[in-house]
């Protein structure tokens, strides 16, 4: 229970750092922007399209008798918005982090440089358009475990009791796992640590991850809070990172969880 406590002050330093460095705050929130735009767009073309689509789809129920063919329609159209709406949840980091992949990276080397010891970061070597293609990469397998995530427990809230109280609480903590993951990758890549590797160093410490995501997860669920909490998120990732690297932070002892996990050690 450490752990949860310790992940979720590192969700707090990402804030606070972010505040005192007003001009990567700015920088830091123009992904976001771009990325609600597009989210937006698609969520106003679901609610006004959607109801034609699902007629579209279900030509068998043409000819149902009222009211049998409008209440059918009417609860898949409520179900394609809902799904669109929690998978929008799920890759709105994973959409953002992309398209900011040079905006968040300056912020992340600003954060390594800032609190560590001898002022420098690691950097991976590569050139861009190669980290581009990890992060794409990776960040389509994790949407992909996400999204089958996401489907499996919008299917579990239908049923009684149990979806409506325990479902939504595994959401928030599954949402919160892949939130890190993704946010955690763009300093963890730097350090030329692979996707499996993260998630092996991840799932060592799960309530570590989850103190730091869970809340994140449960923030995103309010519409534009994404935006404005990305670049702190950011902040935060990249100061958990250096603890499950095993990497001295200045101004901290690290705590009794953290270790030397280097990829080759993973």
Known sequence: MRDLGTGFRYFLRGQRWVARHGKQYGFGL???????????????GLALWGEDFVSWST????????????????FLTAVLFALG???SVITFTAVTLL???????????????????DGTAPESGLPLWHELWISGRDSLRI??????????????GFIPVVGQTAVPVIGVFVT????????????????????????????SRKTLIWGFGAPLAAAFLVPFVAVFLMPGAVAGATLMARELMGEETEGEV???????????GV
Do not use: C, H
């Open 30 to 44: 123009i992904p976001g922007l771009i990325t609600m735009v597009l989210y937006v767009a698609v969520l106003v």
């Open 59 to 74: 030509p068998f129920a043409d000819d149902w008798s009222s009211p049998w063919q409008g209440l059918f329609r009417g």
């Open 143 to 156: 949407v992909l475990r996400a999204a089958l995530w996401g489907v499996l427990l919008f299917a579990l």
């Open 254 to 264: 690290p705590s009794a969880g953290s270790g030397n996990l280097s990829p080759s």
């Open 176 to 203: 919160g796992f892949f939130l890190t993951e993704e946010l955690t990758a763009v300093a963890l890549q730097r350090r030329r640590v692979e996707l499996r590797d993260r998630l092996t160093m991840l799932r």
């Open 85 to 87: 709406l929690l998978l």
């Open 99 to 117: 398209i900011g992949q040079p905006f968040y990276e300056n912020l992340s080397e600003k954060v390594d440089r800032d609190v560590s010891p």
